[in-house]
């Protein structure tokens, strides 16, 4: 009945370790392993905190985000977090298959190895704000406990251990294994060899061993990727959803009803954009969850009346509506990192005069839950452009992903030097003693949106037909406002378009020029001109370190008529 075909058991039971497939595939079951253990621990213990994987992202983007893409992105959108993530894992696993691949000659390196990665684990989360330290700590020895006894375990099966040193002459031994195990380690397998199901035990050898081996290895796997989903799922039941669903909005004492008459053309931008499709950037791979009862506004710093705010007091307080167009500093021209939406809120102004605002404070600096932070002149707040506390989006609850249960949004500054999310407290310090989170990482200090016109349609994608056609799209110069947009066909002249309505200076305009498309390619080009008079520049200039300048254009094809 004795296969001697299986490698790692070709020469009897346990005498000769298992290949190096064998340990690979191992060790990569028993990362999994652990990370599944991991993540079920930390959702388990901290549901509102990252699991370790997301520590770790976490930890990554903070060190790392500058100079990701040539410190060209102040941004940190969904698919980079997605991809993120994946990058973790298939790199933890990996690790773990090199780990294993150690292991089958010296088992010391696994427990090594799985201990390093737990310490990785638990370091991330207790840098992480929105970790707890001990459910890191928990989460990561378990995970490290988990793929090590799962490594151990899958080369015990597969015929690796128990090994006992003795026998091993019966097969030549490749020298680093004598040379490997730990005493105690040794001992250990000795005395498991006499006592536990020892190599004889496991029978009919081999096949057997194999077949036990890769079932064991694919319902540990199966099962690990089980945890995490489920792990996830607990921990995705964040406070914030039911919280936000609890919120009864005050009526505001201003409102900004929507223009009476948006632009109509098939493919513009409307003029409000709708939450769910409201451009998302931040660098939180896990989105602070808010217990109402015990979220608090801080007003603090260089002012003579600290004091904080509960969620309710903040919405007694009287609030404005006040549609304002916000920006990301990476958009690039042409880009989709913009939008427009009706902000209620309280005027920050009210905020700062109630603390009484101490000379020298030149900067208000936003502080978000998770340790983000952006700041931008004190006198911004006073000089009558919207700036808000704002907890609602379009007559809604903020949504949790734009900052519940509230953030600040101010008209003419880029996101990363104004609009913190998830905030939890406006400090007054000098300009000079604080840095937001991205100006270390190569952004400028100040952030005014630049003026900046986006062509909407036609898109390239498929060719026109030739007649009629509109050419439409957006343009904004927030606290400005725009007076004009301009489009032109290839080289001929510059043509005025028709504005739709805005709400003031502080919000984007819709625009649109009937065109005669005649047959052929033909480059489109628009630019806006602000309320000062000031036409947008054709120079271009990358995102970085103040946002994108130049023209935007878009190349389509017209049908033979
Ligand atoms: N807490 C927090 N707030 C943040 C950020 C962040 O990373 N963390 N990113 C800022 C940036 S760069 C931008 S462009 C805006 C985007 O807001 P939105 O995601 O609601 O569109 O949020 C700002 N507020
Ligand atoms: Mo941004």
Avoid at 86 to 112: D, E, F, H, K, Q
Avoid at 122 to 132: F, K, N, Q, T, Y
Avoid at 306 to 321: C, G, I, K, R
Avoid at 508 to 521: I, K, N, R, S, Y
Wanted: hydrophobic share 45%; aromatic share 6%.
């Amino acid at each position: 009945m004795h296969d001697r075909t299986a490698p790692w058991a070709s020469e009897g039971p346990g005498t000769v370790p298992p290949g190096p497939a064998v340990g690979a595939v191992a060790g990569l079951v028993a990362a999994a392993v652990a990370l599944g253990a991991g993540e079920l621990v930390s959702a388990a213990a901290d549901p509102g905190g990252p699991s370790l994987v997301r520590a770790v992202g976490s930890s990554f983007i903070d060190r790392f985000a500058a100079s990701l893409k040539d410190l060209a992105v102040a941004l940190f959108g969904t698919n980079d977090k997605a991809a993120l993530l994946v990058g973790i894992v298939v790199v933890s696993l990996a690790v773990g298959a090199v780990l294993g691949v150690a292991a089958v000659r010296r088992p010391w390196v696994a427990a090594v190895g799985f201990g390093a990665f737990g310490l990785v684990g638990a370091l991330a989360v207790r840098a992480d704000e929105l970790g707890s330290t001990g459910a890191g700590v928990l989460a990561s020895a378990v995970a490290a406990v988990a793929g090590v006894g799962t490594l151990y375990g899958l080369l015990w099966l597969a015929g690796a251990a128990p090994v006992v040193p003795r026998r091993r002459t019966v097969t030549p031994v490749p020298p680093d294994a004598r040379t490997g195990p730990s005493p105690d380690l040794e001992l250990e397998r000795t005395e498991r060899s006499r006592s536990g199901p020892g190599p004889d035990a496991r029978g009919p050898g081999g096949l057997v061993a194999r077949r036990a081996f890769l079932g064991t290895a694919a319902v540990l796997g199966a099962g690990a990727a089980g945890l995490a989903v489920f792990g996830r799922r607990l921990a995705g039941r964040g406070a914030s959803e039911a919280a936000r669903a609890q919120v009864v909005l005050p009526p505001p004492v201003s409102s900004q009803p929507p223009p009476a008459e948006p632009l109509q053309v098939r493919g513009i931008t409307p003029f409000v954009t709708p939450n769910d499709d409201f451009y998302r950037i931040d660098t939180a791979l896990t989105i602070p969850q808010v217990d109402l009862d015990s979220w608090r506004l801080e007003v603090r710093g260089m002012v003579d009346r600290p004091f904080s705010l509960t969620h309710a007091e903040l919405l007694a307080m009287e609030s404005v509506e006040q549609t304002v167009t916000i920006a990301c500093v990476s958009n690039e021209v042409g880009g989709d990192l913009v939008g427009n939406a009706v902000w209620q809120g309280v005027p920050l102004s009210a905020l700062l005069e109630r603390a009484g605002v101490q000379d020298g404070a030149g900067q208000v600096v936003g502080r978000s839950l998770d340790g983000w932070t952006g700041g931008f002149p004190t006198g911004l707040a006073g000089d009558g452009r919207p700036a808000l506390v704002a907890y609602a989006m379009n007559g809604e609850p903020l949504p949790v992903r734009h900052g519940f249960p509230a953030r600040l949004v101010v008209g003419g500054l880029y996101g990363y030097v104004s609009a913190t999310k998830w905030l939890s407290a406006i400090e007054l310090t000098p300009w000079d003693d604080v840095d937001g989170y991205w100006i270390p990482r190569g952004w400028a200090k100040e952030g005014p949106i630049k003026t900046q016109s986006r062509i909407d349609v036609p898109r390239s994608r498929r060719a026109l037909a030739p007649g009629p056609t509109p050419i439409a799209g957006v343009a904004w110069a927030p606290t400005r406002g725009i007076s004009k947009v301009e489009v032109r066909v290839d080289d001929g002249p510059w043509q005025e378009c028709r504005l739709g309505d805005s709400d003031g200076p502080d919000t984007w305009v819709q625009w649109m020029l009937a065109w005669d498309a005649t047959p052929g390619e033909h480059v489109i080009t628009v630019r806006a001109t602000d309320g000062d008079g000031r036409t947008q520049t054709a120079d271009t200039a990358p995102v970085a370190p103040d946002g994108a300048t130049g023209h935007h254009r878009r190349r389509v094809e017209v049908r033979p008529a």
